[in-house]
């Protein structure tokens, strides 16, 4: 057993959020977007002049396994199955760690095999695309399934007051962490050789593996001190269905996460399409040459301050509440998708950025403590978060569909920005019917 409030325990969870977010800065928002968009478009480009037919730049094309697709829906159908995948792992991996206490090495598993598949991205090779969207796809269950056991250590390392602070801290040291990676990337790109943009993927997976060692030194992979048994995966699912069973009986859990599922949904959709909204919509015409530089300082501008709405959310939360508290914050994203539905200008566009890096960060960190504050005295803290893991994966592959769908039908990627208010407005009316009060604590 570990003593709650453990100060050196908290610091090394706290680094694994340093450790892990220059995947989700570097890879799945910045450099490597913008490096596969080019990477691919000047190979159809050249495909095309040298069979010397019409060249249509608005219609890009890749071949994947025989067949022609387009370069982002490939992307996002990677990055889709990625999510189903963790989906149906965590839970059924979850009971596992739960029954036999593996749960850092499950940790430490999917965080290198996250960091590796990030490092493989250095051979990405536009005439061997499937081996590299194989890449992306490990990249992204090895990140995200990484965090369903790191989340599950919060309620073990901390007692529930502190829960609200201790997440801001995790999401800002996250922040802050992968903006400096990303400089020191851009720097190398722009300074010195765009050749060099490939080395970025072997600094992201260095950086993941390097500092994620300072969480494994201090955190305890047996809490509990749970017995090997033989039959562990059998088990294992037993435990899962155990804690399914109390789950059903917690009113609150349900709510909440029913809450989580829609206004989750909409952040994500709005995180993973902004860039895309960005370069088809505000940098064009006589905006296009500012385009990459734009999108980065937006990025940039978004990291740091999200850093700043967890900790000042979290502090609101201590005042009024965390129910209270996402209230305000979900009811904010609303305005924030109907400035975007008209916004023109690239000024524009940082104004939205900043809107939104304000609240990304607040409403990510304190949904994620809340949670951690609504759960029963269990042993069974991965399990339980394998629940809150499933639901946000599934609301990203309904939201990014749902997104596509909406452009597919009215033609205008703009009414699919304006459409992901629905999930706010949704997720705001769910929250209303969250149980506040308490046995454990009285500002929930």
């Given at each position: 057993?570990?003593?709650?409030?453990?100060?050196?325990?908290?610091?090394?969870?706290?680094?694994?959020?340093?450790?892990?977010?220059?995947?989700n800065?570097?890879i799945?928002?910045?450099?490597?977007?913008?490096?596969?968009?080019?990477?691919?478009?000047?190979?159809?480009?050249?495909?095309?002049?040298?069979?010397?037919?019409?060249?249509?730049?608005?219609?890009?094309?890749?071949?994947?396994?025989?067949?022609?697709i387009?370069?982002?829906?490939?992307?996002?159908?990677?990055?889709?199955?990625?999510?189903?995948?963790?989906?149906?792992?965590?839970?059924?991996?979850?009971?596992?760690?739960?029954?036999?206490?593996?749960?850092?090495?499950?940790?430490?598993?999917?965080?290198?095999?996250?960091?590796?598949?990030?490092?493989?991205?250095?051979?990405?090779?536009?005439?061997h695309?499937?081996?590299?969207?194989?890449?992306?796809?490990?990249?992204?269950?090895?990140f995200?399934?990484?965090?369903?056991?790191?989340?599950?250590?919060?309620?073990?390392?901390?007692?529930?007051?502190?829960?609200?602070?201790?997440?801001?801290?995790?999401?800002?040291?996250?922040?802050?962490?992968?903006?400096?990676?990303?400089?020191i990337?851009?720097?190398?790109?722009?300074?010195i050789?765009?050749s060099?943009?490939?080395?970025?993927?072997?600094?992201?997976?260095?950086?993941?593996?390097?500092?994620?060692?300072?969480?494994?030194?201090?955190?305890?992979?047996?809490?509990?001190?749970?017995?090997?048994?033989?039959?562990?995966?059998?088990?294992?699912?037993?435990?899962?269905?155990?804690?399914?069973?109390?789950?059903?009986?917690?009113?609150?859990?349900?709510?909440?996460?029913?809450?989580?599922?829609?206004?989750?949904?909409?952040?994500q959709?709005?995180?993973?399409?902004a860039?895309?909204?960005?370069?088809?919509?505000?940098f064009?015409?006589?905006?296009?040459?500012?385009?990459?530089?734009?999108?980065?300082?937006?990025?940039?501008?978004?990291?740091?301050?999200?850093?700043?709405?967890?900790?000042?959310?979290?502090?609101?939360?201590?005042?009024?509440?965390?129910?209270?508290?996402?209230?305000?914050?979900?009811?904010?994203?609303?305005?924030?998708?109907?400035?975007?539905?008209?916004?023109?200008?690239?000024?524009?566009?940082?104004?939205?950025?900043?809107?939104?890096?304000?609240?990304m960060?607040?409403?990510?960190?304190?949904?994620?403590?809340?949670?951690?504050?609504?759960?029963?005295?269990?042993?069974?803290?991965?399990?339980?978060?394998?629940?809150?893991?499933?639901?946000?994966?599934?609301?990203?592959?309904?939201?990014?569909?749902?997104?596509?769908?909406?452009?597919?039908?009215?033609?205008?990627?703009?009414?699919?920005?304006?459409?992901?208010?629905?999930?706010?407005?949704?997720?705001?009316?769910?929250?209303?019917?969250?149980?506040?009060?308490?046995?454990?604590?009285?500002?929930?």
């Amino acid at each position: 057993m570990i003593k709650k409030g453990d100060k050196r325990i908290i610091r090394g969870w706290v680094f694994y959020d340093w450790a892990n977010s220059v995947y989700n800065l570097v890879i799945s928002s910045a450099i490597f977007p913008i490096f596969y968009e080019s990477l691919t478009r000047q190979a159809y480009l050249d495909k095309h002049l040298e069979l010397g037919g019409v060249v249509d730049s608005s219609a890009i094309t890749v071949e994947f396994f025989g067949v022609e697709i387009s370069p982002s829906v490939l992307m996002s159908y990677v990055l889709s199955a990625s999510f189903l995948v963790v989906a149906f792992l965590s839970p059924m991996l979850s009971g596992i760690a739960d029954f036999s206490g593996n749960k850092k090495k499950f940790m430490q598993f999917f965080c290198y095999l996250g960091a590796l598949s990030c490092i493989s991205l250095f051979f990405f090779d536009i005439h061997h695309i499937e081996i590299g969207m194989l890449s992306l796809f490990l990249a992204s269950i090895g990140f995200w399934n990484s965090l369903v056991f790191y989340n599950a250590y919060l309620p073990e390392i901390a007692e529930p007051k502190d829960h609200d602070k201790i997440s801001a801290r995790g999401f800002s040291m996250g922040y802050f962490g992968s903006m400096i990676l990303l400089v020191i990337c851009l720097a190398m790109i722009m300074f010195i050789d765009k050749s060099l943009t490939k080395y970025t993927f072997l600094l992201v997976g260095i950086w993941w593996i390097g500092f994620s060692q300072i969480t494994y030194r201090v955190l305890p992979n047996n809490v509990f001190e749970k017995k090997k048994e033989k039959g562990m995966i059998w088990k294992g699912f037993k435990e899962l269905k155990k804690v399914f069973q109390e789950f059903k009986k917690i009113k609150r859990l349900k709510r909440f996460l029913s809450a989580f599922f829609f206004f989750n949904t909409g952040v994500q959709t709005v995180m993973l399409m902004a860039v895309l909204y960005a370069k088809r919509e505000i940098f064009v015409g006589e905006y296009e040459e500012a385009g990459q530089t734009g999108l980065i300082v937006s990025i940039l501008l978004i990291q740091l301050l999200a850093a700043l709405g967890a900790f000042l959310l979290s502090r609101l939360s201590v005042k009024i509440g965390n129910i209270k508290s996402l209230l305000i914050v979900v009811a904010f994203w609303i305005p924030i998708c109907v400035y975007a539905y008209f916004l023109t200008t690239p000024v524009e566009f940082y104004v939205l950025a900043a809107c939104v890096g304000v609240v990304m960060g607040g409403v990510q960190s304190l949904a994620r403590s809340t949670y951690s504050k609504f759960l029963p005295e269990t042993t069974d803290h991965a399990s339980y978060f394998s629940f809150y893991d499933v639901t946000e994966k599934i609301g990203i592959v309904f939201g990014t569909f749902f997104f596509g769908f909406m452009e597919y039908i009215t033609g205008d990627i703009r009414a699919s920005i304006l459409s992901v208010m629905f999930f706010f407005i949704v997720g705001l009316i769910l929250l209303f019917f969250v149980p506040r009060n308490t046995e454990k604590l009285k500002s929930v």
